[in-house]
């Protein structure tokens, strides 16, 4: 039996801020899992068009943009880990502009399904479906990139974010479980719902 | 990383004199586990005494057929809010009160892993509750229509869809459940962070408290289980404004697919709020009964295995909207499973409580309530479970009388026993034991005397959420008697509240560790101190006090 | 504290007709309710069983080893931790009571969902409104409300296929003595089928809560003779005759905006909203079976249907007497 001292020297738990940031994306996992699945009930199910097939168009570029998001995060993650700040910020900013493109062709998509295909969330359940998990998937991106920016913001002013590493490599996680929800929805929208 | 983030020999916090003010401001703004835990567990008493008060004028107008003391949109507001409070208002701060106040106390924490959040998770979590409540009064919404919500505690689509729920009403149900649920779920991945990295030294896993484990296991199936019905009420929401067609019928949305989805979260949901009450009885009847836990990683495999099957049998809240018989065959099945690891919890307490020395003082007497009305709350669920059987039962006063049995004569005596057990180590004092039994006693009655004939008049063909009946049916009677047995229940909380509240004051000293037990809790003083422990325990055994307390007969040499 | 109107339930009888009108699942009148019946006897006795046992080790355990005032509260009990074989034991044995009851569910869950119509059959449609029932007679083009004509299985070779949709929310239809419920769910076609053997009136409601008025959306199948159920059918395909001592209080009838929302066959009233009047005065009970189908209540009803229903969809129409007394005469010609 080892004594009281070495038992309180050699104690190792997990991280706390690990296992929380863990458990906020399993949660949200499951808010997206009951979307998915009510996209994938409802195809075909629309009385009305305009049905997929006619309006969606792949997003080819603005999914490449953000898939390689993640590698961008990952070298700037990896960057601040070697204290390498000039490239983190690089880095992080390409980050941000690829999170900016893909949000942006977003709305151009909507722009277009709304204006000149005359399909709103009201329209029948494909635009029901469509938008509402198209549109939870763009809010997180949203959430994500406004704490992008601010690490950006306060990493320009001058704040010393090697002393944050743990934030940031957690903000980086979200970001990766972003672009792993949207693999998931390119899938159900676009390969699959067409 | 390690748990020591804290000077090890803070002094302790001399008490001075407040101002009201200051005494206010110090609840308000405190981040402090234990007062966040007893807010909780307060709030939740006051809306339990809420919805109770509706659910006393519920039975009034049951009482005899044809009976007009309420009129049938007041009864339908009533029974919506009566079931929403006690599941959404009662039973989940429960959870989060007990796991707030006991969780790092018992891990030997000095607090919880995100104060912060806690304090977050509370407050939301009673905003949430408010903004329901304000329905009464902002309910009717610009086109005048209603006040409270009236579409019963699952709002069932199309009727909670525009078109047939006009008002406000149902919007302030989904959002203030919803608001309520992101608490909930703070609070829960809060428990979870607590009880994986902020353990004392040698708390392993395997010697953490079943409290704990419990806590734990509650903690992940909310973090899985909540999602869809905030999911669910988003779709409810974006039909509800933005018109969109998740649940309208005229444009193809399916009216079974709320279903699935508010049971996918329901069921589950059932299990959350029944895990405390199994919480504080593996706690509370070891230390009654002189003995450790009779089969304790049976015990924990059962949380653990009742958790994982409760996420797959949601349908047979379902088995009436027409399902295919293998899909009902498939959830008969998996229903009756969830009665295998919950037999055995049952048969490990009573095997703890055989051969021990049982201490019948309050705590043990609402285990024991517990136990024998929970196994009659079990069995007529299996009852239910049996398809064939439930398309008679569904919705009828028999499902009622069930679910009662469950939350009202299983989770609520599990969470009496809490409070009366825990009571003396939140406020230094002891209850009156007198006053104790006595509430149990009129609680017991009273609350079988009201739902075991609810039973037989659902099997009479009683449905439920009727707000009146017409003579000549067979129910009168039984209904009669449930009326009557409301008033012992009232007359039994009465007695709970006057004892929580006069002991508080003038109750005898109790001392730390008031019932000779085994868990930290009991190792620092009562009411304990901001930082918990002066020092940060060292544990070897899952029953550290005992080793303390035998120093030649210790846990640890037989774990 | 009674309300007077619907006290009025208690006077319907129909002669000669036994009525059930306490509807208790353990004394099944057809062949689903029966099949349903055996496997919950046989649930009850398991479980009664099980309480019997584990609720009596539970009160023995608390009996026999409560603290007596001679106890030495010094001495700890002997401290047990498990005993793997007894755990096994209360693991296995409620496994094969649980297999039991599984292999029963499905196979009784088979027998009644898939059971294959017999030799004679009758389709029926059920469309729940809030909050009445509206049935459908396709073989015979015939509509009508809230009562369920069916022949009795007297031959042992009869069945009627209940066709259930919903024209708002979802409803349940029950009959208690005759079949397990199944619900109507709007955009969706549920099936069930019942078999009565004996003629008589079966009561049920609605089992689905489906808005403020559910409490009083009762139900009432009526089997008759096969003899007896065919002339009905045969009389409900006539349209409406005409009546000529009832001429003047058709007009009114017409002219009032009744007929925008009720039907009478072969008349300018084709409203679809509420239940079809043709051949009303063959109904024995008004407003989805709270009261009782005679000049007065017919009176009352149309007079303020929102005292005997409150909430209900029908308005109040503010008649004046004579207008009442003429609808009134019309609607009693209307059999
Ligand atoms: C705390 C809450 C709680 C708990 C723990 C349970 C536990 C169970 N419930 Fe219950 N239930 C509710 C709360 C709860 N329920 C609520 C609120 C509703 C209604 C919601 C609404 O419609 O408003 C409901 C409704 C409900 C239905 C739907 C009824 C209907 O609407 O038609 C069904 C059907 O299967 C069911 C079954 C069960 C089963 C099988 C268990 C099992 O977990 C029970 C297991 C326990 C035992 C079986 C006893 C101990 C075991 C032994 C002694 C071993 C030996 C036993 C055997 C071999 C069988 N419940
Ligand atoms: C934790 C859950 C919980 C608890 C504890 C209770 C407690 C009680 N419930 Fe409830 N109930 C539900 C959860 C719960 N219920 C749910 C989920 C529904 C379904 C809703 C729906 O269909 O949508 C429901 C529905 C429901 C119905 C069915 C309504 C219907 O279908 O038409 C009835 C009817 O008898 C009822 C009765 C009671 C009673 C008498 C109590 C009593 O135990 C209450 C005892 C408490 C008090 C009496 C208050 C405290 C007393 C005082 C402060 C003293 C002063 C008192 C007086 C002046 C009277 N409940
Ligand atoms: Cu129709 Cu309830
Ligand atoms: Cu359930």
């Known amino acids: 039996m080892a004594d009281a001292l070495t038992m309180e020297r050699d104690w190792q738990l997990p991280d706390r801020g690990t296992v929380g940031i863990l458990f906020l994306i399993v949660t949200e996992s499951a808010l997206f899992a009951i979307f998915v699945a009510t996209y994938l009930i409802y195809i075909g199910k629309s009385p009305v068009g305009p049905y997929p097939r006619d309006v969606l168009e792949i997003p080819v570029v603005s999914s490449i943009c953000l898939l390689s998001s993640s590698l961008t995060v990952y070298f700037a993650e990896h960057a601040l880990l070697h204290n390498k700040l000039a490239r983190f910020r690089l880095w992080w900013s390409a980050t941000i502009l690829l999170g900016l493109e893909f949000l942006i062709s977003t709305g151009m998509e909507w722009r277009k399904l709304i204006y000149e295909d005359h399909l709103t969330i009201s329209t029948n359940l494909f635009g029901s479906t469509f938008y509402s998990l198209v549109g939870l998937h763009a809010s997180h991106v949203i959430v994500g990139l406004v704490f992008l920016i601010l690490v950006l913001t306060v990493t320009l002013m001058g704040f010393p974010i090697q002393t944050q590493f743990r934030r940031v490599k957690f903000l980086s996680w979200y970001w990766h479980f972003v672009d792993a929800i949207w693999v998931i929805v390119f899938t159900v929208v676009y390969v699959i719902g067409r | ?559 | ?335």
């Open chain 2, 1 to 559: 990383m390690a748990t020591v983030d804290y000077p090890l020999d803070r002094p302790p916090v001399k008490d001075t004199e407040f101002s009201f003010s200051q005494a206010l401001y110090s609840w308000v703004a405190t981040v402090d586990h234990k007062r966040l835990g007893l807010m909780y567990i307060v709030s939740a008493l006051l809306f339990f005494v809420v919805a109770g008060i509706m659910a006393a004028v519920i039975r009034l107008q049951l009482m005899f057929p044809e009976n007009d003391l309420v009129g049938p949109a007041t009864y339908n507001r009533l029974f919506t809010m009566h079931g929403t409070t006690m599941v959404f208002l009662v039973g989940m701060p429960m959870v989060a009160g007990f796991s707030n106040y006991l969780v790092p106390l018992m891990i030997g924490a000095r607090d919880m892993a995100f104060p912060r959040l806690n304090a977050f998770g509370f407050w939301i979590f009673l905003f949430g509750g408010l903004l329901l409540y304000y329905s009464y009064i902002g309910g009717g919404g610009l086109q005048g229509a209603g006040s409270a919500p009236d579409v019963g505690w699952f709002a069932y689509a199309p009727l909670s869809e525009g078109a047939f729920s006009r008002g406000s009403a149902t919007d302030y149900w989904a959002l203030g459940v919803m608001v309520a649920g992101i608490g909930s779920i703070a609070s829960a991945i809060n428990v979870i962070a607590t009880a994986l990295c902020m353990r004392c030294p040698g708390m392993s896993l395997s010697r953490m408290p079943v409290f704990v484990w419990v806590m734990l296991i509650d903690s992940w199936l909310i973090v899985v289980a909540l999602p869809p019905l905030t999911a669910g009420q988003i779709m409810l929401m974006l039909d509800r404004h933005l018109h969109a067609n998740f649940f309208d019928t005229q444009a193809g949305g399916s009216a079974v697919l709320w279903q699935h989805i508010f049971w996918i979260f329901g069921h589950p949901e059932v299990y959350i709020l029944i895990f405390p009450a199994f919480a504080i009885l593996s706690e509370v009847i070891p230390v009654f009964s002189r003995k450790p836990l009779f089969g304790r990683p049976a015990m924990v495999g059962a949380v653990v295995a009742i958790g994982f099957i409760s996420l797959g049998v949601w349908a047979h809240h379902m088995f009436a909207v027409g399902m295919t018989s293998w899909s009902n065959s498939f959830f008969a099945a998996s229903t009756m499973f969830v009665g295998i690891p919950t037999g055995i919890k049952i048969f490990n307490w009573t095997a703890t409580m055989y051969g021990g020395k049982l201490r019948l003082d309050t705590p043990l007497l609402f285990c024991c309530g517990f136990l024998l009305q929970f196994l009659v709350a079990g069995l007529t669920g299996i009852m239910l479970g049996v398809a064939p059987f439930d398309w008679q039962l569904h919705d009828t006063y028999f499902v009622v009388a069930h679910f009662h049995f469950t939350l009202l004569l299983g989770l609520v005596f599990g969470l009496f026993a809490g409070i009366y057990y825990w009571y003396p180590k939140a406020f230094g004092r002891m209850y009156n034991e007198k006053l104790g039994k006595l509430h149990f006693w009129l609680f017991c009655i009273g609350a079988n005397l009201t739902f075991i004939p609810l039973h037989f008049a659902g099997m009479l063909g009683m449905p439920r959420r009727i707000y009146t009946y017409p003579a000549g049916r067979g129910w009168e009677g039984w209904n009669m008697v449930s009326t009557v047995g409301v008033f012992f229940q009232a007359a039994g909380i009465l007695f709970f509240l006057w004892t929580m509240v006069r002991s508080a004051f003038v109750g005898e000293p109790a001392g730390d560790d008031p019932w000779d037990g085994w868990t930290l809790e009991w190792a620092t003083s009562s009411p304990p101190p901001e930082y918990n422990f002066e020092k940060l325990p060292v544990v070897r055994s899952s029953r550290p006090l005992w080793d303390l307390k035998h120093p030649h007969d210790p846990d640890w040499k037989f774990e």
């Open chain 3, 1 to 335: 504290m009674l309300n007077p109107v619907i006290a009025l339930l208690l006077q319907v009888q129909v002669p000669g007709v036994a009525e059930h009108r306490v509807t208790d699942i353990f004394t099944p009148l057809a062949s689903p309710a029966a099949a349903e019946k055996n496997i919950a006897m046989l649930t009850i006795a398991i479980t009664t069983a099980i309480f019997v046992v584990v609720g009596g080790l539970i009160l023995f355990t608390i009996f026999r080893f409560r603290r007596r005032p001679g106890d030495d509260l010094h001495q700890e009990p002997p401290q047990v931790y498990g005993s793997n074989q007894i755990e096994a034991a209360w693991t296995i044995i409620p496994l094969l009571i649980v297999f039991i009851l599984i292999g029963v569910s499905a196979r009784v869950i088979a027998a009644v969902q898939n059971a294959s119509p017999p030799k004679s059959t009758l389709h029926v449609t059920v469309i729940g409104h809030q909050w009445w029932w509206e049935v459908y007679y396709p073989d015979y083009g015939v509509r009508t409300a809230n009562e369920i004509h069916i022949p009795a299985n007297i031959d042992g070779q009869t069945a009627t296929y209940l066709t259930l949709q919903s024209a708002d929310v979802i409803h349940s239809f029950w009959v208690p003595q005759l079949s397990g419920k199944m619900d109507l769910i709007p955009n969706r076609n549920n099936y069930l089928w019942i078999d009565p053997k004996d003629p008589g009136v079966y009561v049920g409601n609605c089992a689905e809560y489906c808005g403020t008025q559910h409490a009083k959306m009762l139900l009432r199948v009526i089997a008759q003779t096969p003899a007896d159920f065919n002339k009905w059918a045969a009389d409900q395909r006539k349209p409406q005759e005409e009546n000529a001592q009832a001429a003047g209080a058709k007009a009114a009838f017409e002219s009032l905006s009744c007929i925008s929302c009720h039907a009478v066959r072969g008349t300018s009233a084709a409203g679809r909203f509420g239940p079809d009047l043709t051949h009303l005065m063959t109904r024995q009970t008004l407003a989805a079976g709270i009261m009782v189908n005679n000049g007065r209540s017919l009176r009352d009803w149309v007079n303020d249907p929102q005292y005997p229903k409150p909430g209900c969809f029908m308005p109040s129409m503010k008649l004046t007497n004579q207008e009442l007394d003429q609808v009134v005469a019309y609607l009693q010609s209307l059999n």
